[in-house]
């Protein structure tokens, strides 16, 4: 069965230093791996996504995504984070060998950026 | 901000009850998907619906159903509410119904059952 974990459930980072939101994955065959992140009263916004190719994925507002598929890991990443950034985010996954349109999502990590 | 619509925005029932949540997907978007998001948890998929057809389900009961209309609007029902229901639902809208497909959100619904 396909599964997402977010170990952490709340990051903290100083504004301007460097951000890592971890996220794993369990799924057979290839996977479809998505970020999307939650402001508070709002629906999710899509941030990037990785279907193949380059292992490092850039999306929106900076973010920037790591698949390593001997680490089943899709680790999303942030040179300079900012107090904007303070969210919710989630990790999902689609497709492999049995999860057609099935997306699954991560339970969430919690981001707080410091001034 | 995305161009899917969701209404109502806040809701409450009582248990035993029928809810209708109606969702207007982005325009140029043929394909609908229903979440439901309990407190704390990350989206659990219901359900999707490419051109009118359902064609992928997620592990809940045949009392949560789904409709989408020609126009790829789509309505959640959920019949005999539990006090468990009490979530907020979000609707994606996508344009084909690739496994490579990134969402778009609406704002959801919050439903409270009591």
């Known amino acids: 069965a396909q599964s997402v974990a977010q170990p952490e459930d709340q990051v903290n980072v100083a504004e301007g230093n460097p951000l890592t939101v971890k996220c794993t994955y369990s799924?057979?065959?290839?996977?479809?791996l998505f970020w999307y992140v939650q402001y508070p009263n709002r629906g999710l916004q899509f941030l990037l996504k990785y279907i193949t190719g380059d292992n490092l994925v850039k999306g929106s507002y900076g973010f920037e995504a790591e698949f390593n598929k001997s680490q089943t890991s899709f680790h999303l990443k942030k040179p300079s984070a900012l107090v904007s950034d303070s969210a919710l985010y989630f990790c999902?996954?689609?497709?492999?060998?049995?999860?057609?349109?099935?997306?699954?999502f991560g339970a969430g990590t919690r981001l707080f950026v410091k001034a | 901000e995305t161009g899917v619509t969701q209404s109502p925005t806040h809701l409450i029932k009582t248990r035993g009850q029928q809810v209708t949540l109606r969702c207007s997907s982005q325009?140029?978007?043929?394909?609908v998907s229903w979440y439901q998001q309990a407190l704390g948890q990350g989206p659990q998929f219901i359900f999707q619906y490419y051109r009118e057809e359902e064609n992928g389900r997620g592990n809940f009961p045949p009392r949560f159903s789904g409709l989408q209309f020609p126009n790829y609007s789509s309505e959640l029902n959920v019949n005999a509410l539990e006090l468990d229901d009490s979530a907020l639902y979000l609707c994606?809208?996508?344009?084909?119904?690739?496994?490579?497909?990134?969402?778009?959100f609406g704002q959801g619904t919050r439903l409270t059952v009591v």
């Open positions: 999902a996954v689609r497709g492999g060998n049995t999860g057609g349109f099935k997306t699954i």
């Open positions: 994606a809208s996508s344009h084909g119904q690739g496994v490579n497909t990134e969402a778009f």
């Open positions: 799924v057979s065959g290839n996977p479809y």
């Open positions: 325009s140029g978007h043929n394909t």
